[in-house]
């Protein structure tokens, strides 16, 4: 049993840098914006809109 000792100094340390490594992940991370697939929705809606009104006159 002693022979399988583990130092929880070095895992505390192990996950704190962890930890941080993950935190600087996100915020260097940009959020994406959601702005690009708003227009495209509206965009497709606008043209089923205009080919609708044309074909119905």
Known sequence: MSDQH???AG???AFRAFANAR???AVA???KSPLIPIIAVVAVIVIIGVAAFLLLQ
């Open 6 to 8: 583990i130092d929880p």
């Open 23 to 25: 935190e600087q992940e």
């Open 11 to 13: 895992n505390t340390q």
């Open 29 to 31: 991370k940009p959020k």
